[in-house]
C-alpha cells in the first residue's frame, strides 16, 4: 500500500509511527546512568530501536515507568529492520516485599465462624 506514496512521505510516516511507538511506551532499559525505551518486551527479551540505543550487553534494569520490573543479564540476539533483539540469559524479578530471614511461627486462621456454635 505504501509503495504508491513519495519517498519523503513514507520517511515522514515511518518517523511518525517511531514516534508514537517511543511515546506510548513506559518501558525501559536503564545501564548505569544511561535510560534507554523499550519498543517491545516478552518473556524471552526485549527489543529497541538501534538506530538510537548502541549496541547493549551484560546486565541491565528494566523499569515501567518508576516501577522497577526485573534486573536481567542479556545477549544480543538479531535484527529486525530498525529494532535489535536482545534475549534474556537470566531474568530476575524485583519485589517491593523484604526478604524475610525467619519462619512464620503462629498459624493464621483459615476461616471465620460467624454466631454462636451448637454443640
Given amino acids: ?12 510516516l515511518e518517523m511518525a ?7 506510548g511506551s513506559r ?22 530501536d538501534r538506530t538510537r ?8 534494569d528494566i523499569y515501567d515507568g518508576p516501577r522497577h520490573l526485573s534486573q536481567a543479564l542479556i545477549i544480543a540476539a538479531d535484527e529486525e529492520g530498525d529494532l535489535m533483539r536482545y534475549e534474556f540469559k ?17 498459624e493464621t486462621p483459615r476461616g471465620l465462624l460467624n454466631g454462636p456454635i451448637a454443640m
Fill in 90 to 106: 537470566r531474568e530476575t524479578p524485583v519485589s517491593d516485599d523484604p526478604i524475610r530471614d525467619y519462619a512464620e511461627e503462629r
Fill in 27 to 48: 518501558l525501559c532499559v536503564h545501564i548505569g546512568e544511561e535510560v534507554y525505551p523499550i519498543q517491545d518486551l516478552g518473556d524471552e527479551g526485549f527489543a529497541v
Fill in 53 to 60: 540505543v548502541p549496541g547493549l550487553r551484560g546486565l541491565v
Fill in 1 to 12: 500500500m505504501f509503495e504508491f506514496l513519495p519517498e519523503d512521505v513514507r520517511r515522514g
Fill in 17 to 23: 509511527r517511531k514516534r508514537e511507538a517511543r511515546k
